[in-house]
């Protein structure tokens, strides 16, 4: 891993906006395009710490939402009446679905470091998540509402979360097929998925904070990354949740399939390497 210029990092910012909210896995991208352009790696800890721009941008965009379920958790601690509230029970999904993605990041952090980010281990799973995507489009029921988690639906969904560990894969991905599996609507997954991802993402990005200009990404580019991550992912965010309410998710399963082919045609040419 060596230095990221700044036009590089606009280049990444812009790419971790776009694809941070889309079923397309942004930390995989933040490894395909430095591979693809020629780039070094920017590495782990530049990919979770540019991801805090755009969970700014998701605090922001659902900023009433979050403040509501706050005050209503915080008063269900102090006031048992109030545990029977639907923002209350939100927050303690949030955290207990936030568990998973915790423990396991910690557990297998060295290989999420190094082996995780192999580009076939990344080219298959972008075909494998998109196809497990498609399935969950053919069979869901998309009769629930965000109103509708209950413990058991916002554990599974947290598990499913655990494997965007694994670059490919895809945080919304991940969470948006198992919301459509346990039969929830798409804007509804979607919706639960951002609020979701908040926690997770901030506390890896805060982890991983320390990694930065440490022999690796440099503090500005970092920060120029995260500022254009946030006021591209605002955009996206809002663009998801409308074409989510009236489209299925079919035009990321066939991007998915076709460039995860095309990388492990370009590996299998030698055009690209795998590390």
Do not use: C
């Not at 700014?56 to 006031?79: C, E, P, Q, T």
């Not at 303690?92 to 192999?118: H, K």
């Amino acid at each position: 891993m060596s230095a990221v210029s700044f036009l590089e990092a606009v280049v990444l910012g812009i790419v971790q906006g776009l694809t941070e909210f889309l079923p397309i896995s942004s930390s995989g991208h933040l490894r395909i395009v430095p591979a693809l352009a020629g780039w070094d790696d920017p590495g782990t800890a530049f990919t979770a710490v540019v991801q805090l721009g755009t969970m700014l941008a998701v605090v922001l965009y659902f900023w009433k939402d979050l403040w509501r379920i706050a005050g209503a958790w915080l008063a269900s601690l102090i006031d048992r009446d109030r545990r029977s509230d639907p923002d209350a029970r939100m927050g303690w999904y949030l955290i207990v679905a936030t568990i998973p993605i915790g423990v396991l990041g910690l557990m297998f952090d060295d290989q999420i470091e190094s082996g995780a980010r192999d580009l076939r281990l990344i080219a298959s799973t972008l075909i494998l998540l998109g196809l497990l995507l498609l399935v969950a489009e053919q069979v869901s029921r998309r009769r629930k509402t965000i109103d509708d988690v209950d413990t058991r639906d916002g554990v599974a969904i947290g598990l499913a979360q655990s494997a965007a560990l694994i670059p490919g894969v895809s945080r919304s991905g991940a969470t948006i097929t198992a919301g459509l599996f346990l039969g929830y609507e798409r804007a509804d997954a979607a919706r639960f998925s951002f609020l979701l991802s908040i926690p997770a993402v901030v506390l890896s990005g805060l982890y991983q904070l320390k990694d930065i200009g440490d022999g690796g990404v440099g503090v500005g580019p970092t920060i120029v990354a995260v500022i254009v991550s946030f006021l591209v992912g605002y955009a996206a965010i809002a663009w998801l949740l409308r074409w989510l309410a009236n489209h299925s998710t079919a035009v990321f399963v066939i991007y998915r399939v076709a460039l995860g082919v095309l990388l492990l045609v370009l590996l299998a040419a030698d055009v690209i390497d795998a590390r």
